[in-house]
């Protein structure tokens, strides 16, 4: 079920209500079923693919906290197999099949390994990595192993975070299901501002922008460099919009209903670095990464070389998460190289700045950072986005075409030559929208934005909520849009 649908609106209010109208003791079967409900919206028989993981982590939590020495890490090890087993079928079997294949027609052999018509789950790299830092926390003795069937399950399904997260750590969500959770005005309050804000980013920014970035990455030569330059910062903001979107009305979800679910993002785009972009961009996976297996590899503890090498591992690892494509995994490898190269370069640049006097003048000094850490994050999103490989490099190659194209622009006042076919009606909508975003987020930057907004007077606070409501109703794009994190 999608956030952005009329069966979702009608959805989150009914199992509020039901949820705070029955007993404690209800309360957990009744998510459960509605979560189940939520799930099976998309492909019902999926459903079942997640009742298997759920019986294999419970039953691993409960071996791993009953057994001793090396049995425990036999179990967990038997839970990470079936686990990444499942992704493996579903997410990368046709994707390592595929290039199976295209060795054996390099090597000229006449015969291709048949590849499975199947449709990936929705969420499956969410729920499957939520499960495992379940059976590792329990491993590791943080985690007592969970003996409630019924609160584990809902633990893995719980309806807000189930398909796209946040990524959630046992320690923080499988004791509130214990926990009475009463009406509070706040908490609905909070909710229900979390959501719309939401809601706004997802159908009146990201959905926008995407009637701009998707003819540009469908077709990218059929446009010029600036047009491409153009959709690349477009769908930076389209997929942040997108993925915060569906956190924030995620959290606001369950925050009607009093759990607390963590953060997941916090304005990357002002990032200074592009470590300290991975602190603010998708918090619950990059977490998950460095304490599951950047650490377990060593982290920091090794030697400099073996450091390095896997920081920028990890990175691939974490772009092959997110798709069975070449795209991706260039993707986490660039982001790699990125933190690899500022670390080895940090000494030269840091003395470069000073002797430029760049360092002595704040504000130059930040927003020259930040400006460099979202052009490379952006030219990043280039591989994210892109049909192939191929598509990839032909846009970064375009590139080096702007500095014509805007002397062209400018000589002849016209804009002809910047092939706009179908696009030229969207591109200010779409900047007034980028904004728009970004003058929200410098005030909450400024602000602590939740606590000021609660200190004004109940008439503003009002016609802020009606001119969100507003914003959705004049300037919303309703065509069921998918969430683009949906396919992870």
């Not at 956030?3 to 009914?14: A, D």
């Not at 499988?174 to 009463?182: I, P, R």
């Not at 400024?446 to 907004?453: A, I, P």
Request: with cysteine; net charge positive.
């Amino acid at each position: 079920m999608l956030f952005n649908s009329f069966e979702f609106l009608v959805f989150f209010p009914l199992v509020t209500i039901i949820f705070f109208l029955l007993p404690h003791r209800f309360r957990w079967f009744h998510l459960l079923a509605a979560s189940c409900i939520f799930y099976m919206y998309f492909i019902p028989v999926y459903i079942l693919i997640l009742f298997l993981t759920i019986i294999i982590d419970y039953v691993a939590g409960i071996l791993i906290e009953d057994a001793s020495g090396s049995r425990r890490k036999l179990f967990l090890t038997m839970s990470i197999v079936a686990n990444v087993g499942v992704l493996a079928v579903f997410k990368y079997y046709n994707f390592f099949i595929d290039n199976i294949n295209e060795l054996l027609h390099l090597t000229g052999a006449d015969y291709n390994i048949p590849l499975w018509n199947l449709i990936l789950p929705i969420g499956l790299s969410f729920h499957t990595f939520q499960a495992m830092s379940y059976t590792i926390e329990v491993y590791r003795g943080n985690q007592k192993a969970e003996r409630h069937l019924g609160i584990y399950s809902l633990y893995v399904m719980f309806y807000p975070q189930l398909v796209a997260g946040p990524i959630e750590r046992p320690q923080n969500v499988l004791h509130q299901f214990y926990e009475v959770q009463q009406v509070k005005y706040e908490n609905v309050v909070r909710g229900l501002r979390l959501m719309l804000w939401g809601l706004v980013k997802k159908v009146v920014v990201a959905d926008r922008l995407a009637q701009v970035t998707d003819p540009i990455f469908s077709h990218p030569h059929d446009y010029s460099g600036t047009t491409l330059a153009i959709g690349t910062i477009f769908f930076a903001f389209q997929i942040f919009c997108d993925f915060s979107g569906y956190s924030d009305i995620a959290l606001g979800a369950a925050r009607v209903m009093g759990f607390k679910l963590m953060t997941n993002f916090n304005k990357p785009y002002h990032s200074r670095s592009i470590s300290e972009f991975w602190r603010r961009w998708h918090i619950s996976l990059s977490t998950w990464f460095r304490d599951y297996l950047y650490i377990s590899l060593g982290g920091n503890r090794i030697s400099v070389p073996r450091t390095y090498f896997n920081m920028f591992f990890v990175f691939m690892v974490s772009g092959f998460w997110h798709g069975a494509n070449w795209t991706f995994i260039m993707w986490g490898a660039l982001h790699g190289f990125y933190l690899v190269f500022a670390l080895l370069t940090k000494n030269m640049r840091e003395k470069a700045t000073q002797k430029a006097g760049i360092t002595r003048i704040k504000w130059l000094n930040d927003t020259i950072d930040v400006v460099l850490t979202f052009i490379l994050a952006d030219l990043a999103w280039v591989f994210f986005r892109a049909n192939n490989i191929h598509d990839a490099f032909y846009i970064i190659g375009k590139f080096s075409a702007i500095p014509g194209e805007l002397l062209q622009t400018i000589s002849t006042h016209k804009i002809g030559h910047l092939k706009l076919p179908g696009l030229y009606n969207m591109l200010i909508p779409g900047f007034l929208a980028i904004i728009f975003l970004e003058i929200a987020h410098i005030i909450h930057s400024k602000l602590n934005l939740e606590q000021t907004f609660e200190q004004r007077s109940v008439m503003f606070r009002w016609s802020m909520y009606f001119g969100g409501q507003a914003l959705l109703f004049f300037f919303g794009i309703y065509e069921k849009h998918q969430f683009i994190y949906f396919q992870f």
